[in-house]
């Protein structure tokens, strides 16, 4: 999917997903259906918008809310990158690994 056809998927939907990083420390994502895999160095978030990688460093999930769809994590952040999947597809994330 292109850049155009993601922008026009977004605005049929009405999704909206709020991405703020302060600082490379702290960053806040909004928009999070899931997440998929996370240890000190990676976390693999599922978004209305696709998967969204974050790495770094010292990586801590210091608050997460499916309820809200919110998700803030902390650490010293070095990437984030959007990758292509079909997030109607659901894969078992790591939640629904845990409440099994």
Do not use: A, W
């Amino acid at each position: 999917m292109t850049i155009d056809e993601r922008k026009v998927n977004s605005t049929l939907t009405n999704v909206i997903q709020n991405v703020v990083l302060e600082n490379r420390e702290k960053l806040s994502i909004s928009g999070v259906l899931d997440v998929l895999s996370f240890d000190d160095q990676i976390v693999i978030l599922e978004t209305e918008l696709g998967l969204l990688t974050v790495k770094g460093e010292d990586l801590r999930i210091n608050k997460l809310s499916l309820d809200t769809s919110d998700v803030i994590i902390d650490g010293n952040i070095s990437n984030l990158s959007y990758s292509e999947k079909d997030v109607h597809e659901k894969s078992g994330g790591f939640l629904n690994k845990i409440f099994k």
